[in-house]
C-alpha cells in the first residue's frame, strides 16, 4: 500500500504544478490597460494635431488677408500719389479707405503675431503628445512580446505537465485513483495529506496515535479525521 499511496503523492506533486501553472496561465494580462494608455495618447495626438493644424491654417488665411490689404492699401495709394484724382470728393473716399484698410490691417498684424505664437506652441504640444505616444507603443510592443513569451512558456509546461501526469495517474491503483479524484473534487487539487510531524499536511490538524499506528503498519488507507484527505506517511 505503501508503493500506492508514494505513486499517488507523486501524482499530486504533478497534479499541484501543473494547477498552479494553469493558474499562472489564466492569470496572464491580455494588455488591455497599456492599449487604454496607447488609445489614450493617441487621441492626445491627434487632438494636439487638430489644433496645430487649425491655428496653422488660420494664420495663412490672415496672411493671405494681410496680403490682401496691403495691396488694396498700395493700389488706393498709387491713384491718390498719381495726380490724376482731382475730384476733392473723390479724394477724400480714397483717404477713408486708406485710413480702413490701415485699421485692417493693424488688426491683421496683431492676430498674426498672436497666432505664431500658438502656432509655435501647439508645434510643441503636438511633437510632446506624438513622443508620448511613440513611447507607449513602445512599451505596448515590448509588453506584448514579453506576455507571448510568458504564454508560450506556460503553454510548453503545461504540455509536459499533463503528460507526466498521465505517466504518473497510470502507477496508481485504478480504484485509489477514482478515490482521488473524487476527493479532488470536493477539497480541490490537494487530496492527500502528507503526515509531518504527526499532523495532516494539508489542514494542520494533529493525527490520533491509533492512525499513525494504522498508517505505520501500511496495511490499509487512513483518512484526516479532520478534513476527509488520503493520508500519506513516508515510511
Known sequence: MS???KALYQLQVVDLELANTKKAEAALDDGSEKKQQVEAARVGAEEADKLLHEAAA???????NLKSVETKKKSFQDKLYSGTVANPKELTSINDEIAMLDRNKGKLEDRVL???????????????????LKQQKDELAAYLAKLEQEGTALAASIS????QRTSAAADVDAGLLKRYENLQSRVGVMAVGKVEEDSC???RTGIM???IRELQSDKDIQACENCGRILYLEQ
Request: aromatic content about 2%; charged content about 30%; some cysteine.
Open 160 to 163: 509536459q505537465l499533463t503528460a
Open 58 to 64: 488660420e494664420l495663412r488665411d490672415k496672411e493671405l
Open 209 to 211: 496515535p491509533y492512525t
Open 3 to 5: 508503493a500506492q499511496l
Open 114 to 132: 498672436e497666432l505664431m505664437d500658438i502656432v509655435e506652441e501647439r508645434k510643441a504640444r503636438a511633437a510632446a503628445t506624438a513622443g508620448a
Open 201 to 203: 499536511g494539508a489542514c
